[in-house]
């Protein structure tokens, strides 16, 4: 009677969890197997009530754990926590690894120096053989002021570059904000919805200056009702990217989009670079700035190992071809700190000092 009542307990229990997370289990599915269906837009007024009650255990758990998010007005927990386990193929990370390089520690002295307080970009040049080849990479400059902030957003490849990028930008006086999670992209906002999580953070952080965008990897899927690269699927894709520029627009933020590296798998390569193609043209038509990840690549292909500027081999991408190793990390954050001038310190304050000197050796 005991082993009864235990199964019953058990059972019940389980419905009445798959009941409150019914939309986070349909997510899973959908993300994990990639299976579109329609029943993830589906509404039903009998799982109504498990909604309320997923969205007040979420404010609950974000009230405790994340107090300092609980100002914002969050979404169910699929917008949250991924219930996806895809770990990051990366070696072990040790202090040393992360610690720029003798190479990256001199960037002071290639930084140019200007007058002007405000993000401002530079003109564009840019060299394409057609939509279907590997992009090369824009001339745009961003001239960002003191403390600017760069809010991070992406998947596990954005994760890669996070573990670096935030450090370097301290280095030369900047702040960072990391959104990335593991899993997610624009093809299943009903698992992660980008937009959503993007505009939440331009409420929070009102002084973000530049957005960063690395994302995928998880994409090239069918979604519901559209194939994967008919044009409903790339009209549907390519308003999700305008979204996304759209909030940055809106704030007066500057955007810059990291290209999705070559993987060696050639069949998802093929899809990877239609993507990138997207992800080009909205980009570019907004003013933003589009960066390859060519420092990882060998002649646009993938390549496990790069030589350094000593001739030596090094390992930029992890074992399963597709994320990076910290130093092909530190290689793709380079790319970005070698767009940034840093603004000019006052020169009022110099002149100042200068009459002051001059006083001093009069007397």
């Given amino acids: 009677m005991g082993v009864i009542r235990f199964v019953f307990v058990g ?5 009445c969890v798959c009941y409150v997370y019914h939309r986070s289990i349909i997510s899973y599915i959908v993300q994990q197997y990639h299976y579109a269906s329609d029943m993830i837009t ?3 007024s009998f799982f109504s009530f498990g909604d309320m009650i997923a969205a007040r255990l ?3 758990r974000v009230a405790i754990f994340e107090p300092e998010s609980s100002t914002i007005e969050l ?9 996806i386990t895809d770990t990051l193929e990366f070696n072990e990370v040790k202090k040393e690894e992360i610690v720029e390089s003798n190479d990256t520690s001199t960037k002071d002295s290639k930084l140019a120096t200007t007058n002007t307080q405000k993000p401002i970009l530079q003109e564009e040049i840019i060299n394409t053989e057609s939509t279907s080849t590997y992009i090369q990479s824009s001339d745009k400059m961003l001239i960002l002021p003191p403390q600017t902030r760069f809010l991070l957003i992406g998947d596990s490849l954005m994760q890669g570059i996070g573990m670096v990028l935030p450090r370097m930008l301290q280095q030369h006086g900047f702040r960072t904000k990391n959104l990335a999670k593991q899993s997610t992209g624009l093809t299943y906002p009903s698992f992660f919805n980008w937009e959503r999580a993007t505009m939440q953070a331009f409420q929070q952080y009102k002084d973000i200056g530049v957005l960063v965008v690395c994302l995928g990897a998880n994409d090239p899927w069918n979604m519901p009702k ?3 690269g008919t044009e409903s699927w790339e009209e549907v894709y390519k308003n999700r990217i305008q979204a996304i520029m759209n909030i940055a627009k809106s704030h007066g933020t500057q955007v810059v989009w990291y290209a999705v590296p070559m993987t060696k798998n050639e069949t998802l390569n093929k899809k990877l670079a239609y993507l990138n ?7 570019s038509t907004n003013g933003g700035i589009f960066l390859t990840a060519d ?5 646009g292909k993938f390549s496990a190992y790069i030589k350094d500027s000593n ?3 090094r390992l930029v991408r992890a074992q399963d071809g597709i994320h990076f190793t910290p130093y092909g990390s530190r290689l793709l954050a380079n790319t970005l700190i070698d767009r940034i001038v840093l603004p000019k310190q006052d020169t009022e304050n110099e002149v100042d000092d200068d009459i002051e000197n001059m006083d001093k050796t009069k007397s």
């Avoid at 979404?75 to 219930?83: H, I, V």
């Fill in 11 to 15: 059972l019940l229990t389980m419905l």
């Fill in 42 to 44: 589906t509404e039903s």
């Fill in 58 to 60: 979420e404010k609950m």
């Fill in 75 to 83: 979404a169910l927990p699929q917008y949250d926590k991924s219930p």
């Fill in 226 to 228: 559209m194939r994967f």
């Fill in 277 to 283: 193609t997207l992800y080009y043209q909205v980009v």
């Fill in 295 to 299: 420092a990882i690549l060998h002649n």
């Fill in 311 to 313: 001739g030596k081999s």
